[in-house]
């Protein structure tokens, strides 16, 4: 890398100076980098240069000069304008239009191919192949040929160009050529390596990121791996210690049965016959939880089949609200119960529906006191829907996504008034995804809750998984 760090702070500050446009990629950050310094060393050189025109000793001829490399430097500080404004090309041609213009009137009027400031045409073909492109290095290098053979031309030809006949002037004039070019081509050299080492440091540490990257997106990538194999193996885990756990409490609770009944008909203790009943309630809680565990898991690992049959979500309703009469009339509650049209029959898994619906209306009256529960259905030739509304305490619209999550509660902290798993809506979404229909939750704290089940009535294999709506009243 380079040992000047003169050249490193002037590219540091140049760099400030590049336009946002400008900076879009390396190789056109690193182009107006050296355009900003070769305008500054352009204008730095030309200003020295002035010292020597000063000391030219014919009057006419220092007016000339001084004039000329004054305004070719006043119009060379539009490029920065042109610059700023995000044009390499018209930045890079607009500085050598300028210099072309000096150096060919210095070539005309100071003795034709044999002038000082002939040389000085060489460095057109370099400066707009560094700023515009090759292009354009190309065309001046034509136009710069193209000059000089014309001039040669027309001396060869007899036409007399005005001539530098002083001895010192001529010397004078030679060396302020030659030092500036020079200074000039060794500005460029250096510049442009420090700006190709900057560049190749940038692609270096671009790499560098790109390949660390890479590396921690592999390692995401097997992360996400390890996660979806321990959840297959989580839900394996869960279905097989489900259905393991359902047998003995199937036994339990119908040995528990028999005790109630034999005690009964014994004329037994009625404490006794009360702690049995308590027991049998706990073991059929215990076996809702383990099956809907064991649905949510089967679901999850797309092993869940539905078995569609024809029947009637009107008679199905009217059985469910049979079953929470009595809990509707423990809370308080008004169960109604709103058939509206006959919808005929539908081609549904008649038990994952009534599934669906039992988790809805017990949620409502669980979680509504002395007020009132909705049970509404309505079709269409397309679908039918099933709302479940309530006037109970209402959910937060900030917590309705997280109440189909599993294990999720809106109340988590241990002193909540209402217990529950938290896995009953969970089972509920996916089982109406799986039959191709969405839930629709509105909710209102302390206003109530409304979810609308909408399935079509015919079931088909969904394509994707529906969505959840969520809204507040």
Not at 43 to 62: K, Q, Y
Not at 161 to 172: A, D, K, R
Not at 245 to 257: D, H, K, V
């Amino acid at each position: 890398m380079t040992d000047a760090p003169i050249l490193r702070r002037w590219l540091s500050q140049v760099h400030g100076l590049v336009p946002a446009q400008l900076r879009r990629d390396p190789v056109t950050r690193r182009r107006s980098q050296l355009a900003l310094g070769i305008l500054g060393a352009n204008l730095i050189v030309g200003s020295a240069l002035l010292i020597p025109l000063a000391m030219i000793g014919e009057p006419d001829l220092r007016r000339i000069a001084l004039v000329n490399t004054c305004a070719c430097l006043l119009l060379m500080l539009l490029g920065v304008l042109f610059l700023r404004r995000g044009s390499l090309w018209l930045t890079g041609n607009w500085i050598c239009a300028i210099l072309y213009a000096g150096f060919a009137f210095a070539t005309w009027t100071g003795g034709g191919v044999r002038a000082p400031f002939t040389i000085c045409l060489a460095l057109l073909p370099m400066l707009a192949g560094i700023i515009a492109g090759r292009r354009s290095g190309l065309a001046w290098g034509c136009i710069s040929v193209a000059t000089l053979t014309a001039v040669y031309v027309a001396q060869a030809g007899g036409v007399e160009l005005p001539e530098v006949t002083h001895p010192e002037t001529t010397v004078l004039l030679a060396f302020g050529a030659l030092a500036g070019t020079t200074i000039l081509v060794t500005w460029m050299t250096a510049f442009s390596e420090a700006t190709k080492e900057a560049a190749i440091v940038q692609i270096e540490q671009a790499s560098a990121q790109l390949a660390a990257a890479i590396q921690e997106e592999e390692k995401a990538r097997h992360a996400a791996d390890q996660a979806i194999a321990a959840n297959a193996a989580k839900s394996a885990f869960l279905a097989t210690m489900s259905h393991e756990l359902r047998t003995p409490l199937n036994a339990i609770l119908g040995y528990s049965e028999l005790v109630v009944d034999e005690l009964r008909d014994r004329g037994g203790n009625d404490d006794l016959i009360d702690d049995i009943r308590k027991v049998h309630a706990s073991g059929r809680h215990l076996l809702g939880l383990i099956t809907d565990v064991l649905d949510l898991t089967r679901i999850e690992a797309s092993r869940l089949e539905l078995n569609p049959t024809d029947f009637e979500p009107a008679r199905l309703l009217r059985e469910v609200a049979e079953i929470f009469i009595p809990l509707a009339l423990r809370n308080n509650d008004v169960l109604t119960l709103d058939l509206g049209d006959d919808v005929g029959a539908v081609h549904h898994d008649a038990t994952r529906v009534r599934q669906v619906v039992i988790n809805l209306v017990g949620n409502a009256i669980k979680f509504t006191r002395d007020g009132t529960v909705t049970v509404r259905l309505r079709g269409d030739p397309d679908k039918f829907e099933v709302f479940v509304e309530d006037t109970g305490i209402g959910i937060p619209i900030d917590k309705i996504e997280r109440i189909f999550e599993p294990f999720t509660q809106v109340d988590a902290s241990s002193t909540r008034r209402y217990e529950g798993t938290g896995l009953g809506l969970a089972v509920c979404r996916r089982l109406v995804s799986l039959m191709g229909g969405a839930i629709e939750v509105r909710s209102s704290v302390g206003r109530g809750s409304s979810f609308t089940v909408r399935l079509p009535r015919r079931y088909t294999i969904p394509e994707h998984t529906a969505s959840v709506t969520t809204s507040a009243f």
